[in-house]
């Protein structure tokens, strides 16, 4: 580790890209840090005030921008590895919602032929609601 590793502002400003970085595939973010670090033993001398440091961190530009200009030129695939968990527990979600509005109808549907009580019509109201909006949201991040 170089001194300038050592330097408090160049800390903070990696642990600012590390953090924005997490977006990136990892082989991608290790070549990306290791190529900012490059930069900054350029521009700094092996003992470097603190105004110069400060300078050449914004020479290079925030981490923020450094991020967004890499994802702007190479994309992040849409599947990763934690896509199919996901998939998988939208499907569930997704299939829970069909069920709990099966169940929240059967009461609407019997009111039509026998006394039900109010309290059970609007719990139902409710549940059907939400499993229809739990559908419908599952669906839709399924199709992305």
């Given at each position: 580790?170089?001194?300038?590793?050592?330097?408090?502002s160049?800390?903070?400003?990696?642990?600012?890209?590390?953090?924005?970085?997490?977006?990136?595939?990892?082989?991608?973010?290790?070549?990306?840090?290791?190529?900012?670090?490059?930069?900054?033993?350029?521009?700094?001398?092996?003992?470097?005030?603190?105004?110069?440091?400060?300078?050449?961190?914004r020479?290079?530009?925030?981490?923020?921008e450094?991020?967004?200009?890499?994802?702007?030129?190479?994309?992040?695939?849409?599947?990763?590895?934690?896509?199919?968990?996901?998939?998988?527990?939208?499907?569930?979600?997704?299939?829970?919602?069909?069920?709990?509005?099966?169940?929240?109808?059967?009461?609407?549907?019997?009111?039509?032929?026998?006394?039900?009580?109010?309290?059970?019509?609007?719990?139902?109201?409710?549940?059907?609601?939400?499993?229809?909006?739990?559908?419908?949201?599952?669906?839709?991040?399924?199709?992305?």
């Amino acid at each position: 580790m170089s001194n300038f590793e050592n330097n408090p502002s160049v800390k903070k400003y990696m642990s600012l890209f590390d953090e924005q970085a997490k977006a990136l595939p990892k082989s991608r973010r290790v070549t990306l840090r290791a190529e900012i670090l490059s930069h900054i033993s350029a521009l700094l001398p092996e003992v470097a005030a603190p105004e110069a440091v400060s300078i050449a961190l914004r020479q290079l530009g925030s981490p923020v921008e450094i991020v967004s200009q890499e994802l702007e030129m190479n994309p992040v695939p849409a599947t990763t590895k934690g896509s199919r968990a996901n998939r998988v527990a939208l499907v569930v979600i997704a299939t829970l919602a069909v069920i709990w509005l099966g169940l929240a109808a059967t009461p609407l549907l019997l009111a039509t032929f026998a006394p039900v009580p109010g309290w059970l019509l609007i719990v139902c109201g409710f549940v059907l609601i939400i499993s229809a909006v739990a559908l419908v949201m599952s669906i839709r991040r399924l199709r992305r």
